[in-house]
């Protein structure tokens, strides 16, 4: 965490201990906290707790690159690299766009990073077979989909070693002399494009009925490390594999230092948090109607804002990400489960502020979604509009919102998801917690128990919590900010 965090922690500490202020039962500030964890690291690294629900970012659209936008390659001086997890149709920036005597020659930085490897090119929007298959380094020739279509091109795709020489069909003779054995392109996954020139207009329009092409190939992108694999370890990154698992996604951008975050692994996935996370990871792996529970498949350019990256993650599993009391990460994915800690009770609240639904002109009652369509061509897509019915018909109207799922590419995960946020959307009831210092023990929790007689519809129930909770150590409060969870409908879904 940052130093500055930290030195104010510790000064707050100071401050409380001087004034004598007492923490709850089993809470000794001078000493250690819950689970053991020092007051010191809870001030310094959860004195505000955020928390983070992919589902509900989803809702608002931020600016990441959709996935048409990786079809057609760029020209721009200075182009921001751009990186992808799992499978992704991906273009990028010409780094040699040439004519030269009577060919064009073509090279096309797409992928920061090593790749694992290239499932499909395309030609403009047309796929196109190889002889032979695409493989590391390899000139393959393009097999005419038609006729005398793409007759003759040539390419050849380096997957961005960090030993390779971006050096072959593209060459110093070909281009007299522009691209030399000094273009290495070491550490970016490459394509490279030979397209042979003919004077007949009439020959050069079957070859190339849309001009030259733009192309793009469908790639396993960035290999991970995935702490279950036994075969995979965390220093010998050669042994890791393209994951469309969201956890190990997220692991892997929190802790990339080039084009991720860059965190200290050690600090936010200490063991314990870690194998927290493996549990997630084996939840979304789990079949589900045929298919893993939850899959992702993106790709980011290193402009992107890393918060609106990580809810692209997060909305692909439903995640629920916030910072336990020690620092570490917690991490929940749409999967319920009934918790186990002690209730929150009237022993334990200061204050509260109550919700009873909304009103009408807030309510949603249709979410449009839409997704990653490979079938198409790895455009977005939409499947039918989720609709609650009851709600339809009670309010006489429909009122819908956009739910946008990018990092999605299977039409059954993106219903479930578009279900889950529904419930989420018109909650029966919502509002604010104000607790003692008891509530410290539930920071990192997603679901919590409340029982409190004094308020209907809070006599004994589940909660989730939202967006964040403050800990104020010299008023000796901890605030919640919750939505009631209709734990039936939640558990059906699971089902």
Known sequence: MPDVTLLIGSTILTAVEAAGVAGPAGFALSSTTIAGVSAATVVGTAAIIGVSIGLQYALNNPDVPKPENGAIPLKQAIPPRQRGYWINRLSGNYMLFLAAGN??????????????????????????????????????????????????????????????????????????????????GRGIAALCMVCPQTADPTVFTQKYPQRLPLPSVVANCAPIWDPRDVAQTLAATASWKASDNPILQLIDYLTEPDGGMGEDRDIILPPAALAQLMVEADLCDQIVGGV???????????????????????????????????????????????????????????????????????????????????????VTDQIDAVRDEDAIALAGIVRSKPLDLPWVQIAAQAERLAERAMLRLNPAMSGTLITTLYGMRYLGKRWVKVQFPSVRGLEDCVVEIQDRAQVDLLAGRVTFNWTLVDTTALAALDA
Request: hydrophobic share 35%; charged share 15%; proline share 6%.
């Open 292 to 378: 893993k529970r939850y899959t992702s498949a993106g790709w980011y350019q290193f402009d992107n804002a890393p918060e609106n990256i990580i809810n692209k993650i997060l909305a692909t599993c439903d995640g629920w990400l916030a910072e336990s009391g020690d620092g570490s990460l917690v991490l929940t994915i749409g999967v319920y489960r009934e918790p186990t800690d002690p209730p929150i009770t009237a022993a334990h609240i200061l204050g509260y502020s109550v919700r009873y639904g909304g009103t009408d002109e807030e309510a949603i009652n249709q979410l449009i979604v839409s997704y990653t369509n490979p079938a198409l061509g790895y």
């Open 103 to 184: 060919d064009s020659q073509d090279v096309i930085a797409f992928h920061s990073g090593r790749i694992e490897s290239v499932i499909q090119v395309y030609l403009h929007d047309q796929p196109v077979n190889t002889t032979p298959v695409i493989t590391d380094g390899a000139a393959v020739s393009v097999i005419p989909p038609g006729g005398d279509q793409f007759d003759g091109v040539t390419l050849q795709v380096f997957f961005g070693s960090d030993t390779q020489s971006v050096y072959g069909i593209i060459s110093s003779p070909v281009t007299s002399g522009i691209w030399t054995t000094d273009f290495h």
